[in-house]
């Protein structure tokens, strides 16, 4: 029979706070999920391109918004505005 795991964001395996970001990171198995808080005026060029060190972010995301809203920038140049439901485009 197949494992079943359970975790919570309220004892994450670690937090990350890059400038006006706060990520919770928890770890099941093979599998990692985050949760994100970014605070008004937060700009991945600001906030977390110096901690990154690289031009754009290189990582896959897939995620659900719980609420506010994020714009999205990708290196082709094509934007999405992503929010609680409301479906992204491209």
Same mark, same amino acid.
């Given at each position: 029979?197949? #494992?079943?795991?359970?975790?919570?964001? &309220?004892?994450?395996?670690?937090?990350?706070?890059? #400038?006006?970001?706060?990520?919770?990171?928890?770890?099941?198995?093979?599998?990692?999920?985050?949760?994100?808080?970014?605070?008004?005026?937060?700009?991945?060029?600001?906030? $977390?391109?110096?901690?990154?060190?690289?031009?754009?972010?290189?990582?896959? =995301? $897939?995620?659900?918004? =719980?609420?506010?809203?994020?714009?999205?920038? =990708?290196? #082709? &140049?094509?934007?999405?505005?992503? &929010?609680?439901?409301?479906?992204?485009?491209?």
């Amino acid at each position: 029979m197949a #494992d079943v795991g359970t975790r919570d964001f &309220g004892s994450p395996d670690e937090t990350r706070t890059p #400038d006006k970001t706060q990520v919770d990171v928890v770890r099941i198995g093979a599998t990692t999920a985050a949760r994100f808080a970014f605070e008004p005026g937060w700009r991945w060029s600001e906030c $977390v391109k110096p901690v990154a060190g690289t031009e754009s972010c290189q990582a896959r =995301h $897939v995620g659900v918004a =719980h609420s506010g809203r994020i714009a999205v920038k =990708h290196e #082709d &140049g094509t934007e999405v505005e992503i &929010g609680p439901g409301r479906r992204g485009r491209h």
